[in-house]
């Protein structure tokens, strides 16, 4: 089985995605489920969805972590025409997973109990992002 799941983003940002997921396996199916961006200025993430703390965290951690192009530490960048997010984004992306496997039992996903699946937007503007789904 085979889908792609669109998701809208507003900017930069964390955008769960599970309940979508979840929707899209049917009940009584057992494998395993790929999920994988189709775009290299975002991630995918599982991450905790209880505290809204931690999506904060994470993106003021990678914020410090990969300044925009136009910070003096990062004068070296060449591939700025698309904005000082742009190359920045595609760096962030190469450093998080683009991919994700998730165990399904029974039309499950095996997810812990304060697990969520998330895209990670890299990019300032919103933006249409596609993840395929397969679940074998």
Same mark, same amino acid.
């Given at each position: 089985?085979?889908?792609?799941?669109?998701?809208?983003?507003?900017?930069?940002?964390?955008?769960?995605?599970?309940?979508?997921?979840?929707?899209?396996?049917?009940?009584?199916?057992?494998?395993?489920?790929?999920?994988?961006?189709?775009?290299?200025?975002?991630?995918?993430?599982?991450?905790?969805?209880?505290?809204?703390?931690?999506?904060?965290?994470?993106?003021?951690?990678?914020?410090?972590? +990969? @300044?925009?192009?136009?910070?003096?530490?990062?004068? #070296? *960048?060449?591939?700025?025409?698309?904005? %000082?997010? $742009?190359?920045?984004?595609?760096?962030?992306?190469?450093?998080?997973?683009?991919?994700?496997?998730?165990?399904?039992?029974?039309? +499950? @996903?095996?997810?812990?109990?304060?697990?969520?699946? #998330? *895209?990670?937007?890299?990019?300032?503007? %919103?933006? $249409?992002?596609?993840?395929?789904?397969?679940?074998?």
């Amino acid at each position: 089985m085979q889908t792609d799941l669109q998701i809208s983003t507003r900017g930069k940002g964390l955008y769960e995605f599970t309940r979508d997921v979840r929707g899209w396996i049917p009940r009584g199916v057992s494998g395993v489920l790929t999920l994988f961006v189709r775009h290299t200025s975002c991630s995918l993430l599982i991450q905790e969805n209880a505290d809204p703390d931690v999506q904060r965290d994470l993106q003021a951690f990678f914020a410090r972590l +990969v @300044p925009p192009a136009d910070d003096p530490d990062m004068s #070296y *960048l060449v591939h700025t025409l698309e904005g %000082p997010d $742009d190359m920045p984004a595609h760096i962030k992306a190469a450093m998080m997973p683009v991919s994700l496997s998730i165990p399904v039992r029974d039309g +499950v @996903p095996m997810l812990g109990t304060w697990q969520g699946i #998330y *895209l990670f937007e890299h990019r300032s503007r %919103p933006h $249409d992002r596609l993840v395929s789904a397969h679940l074998g």
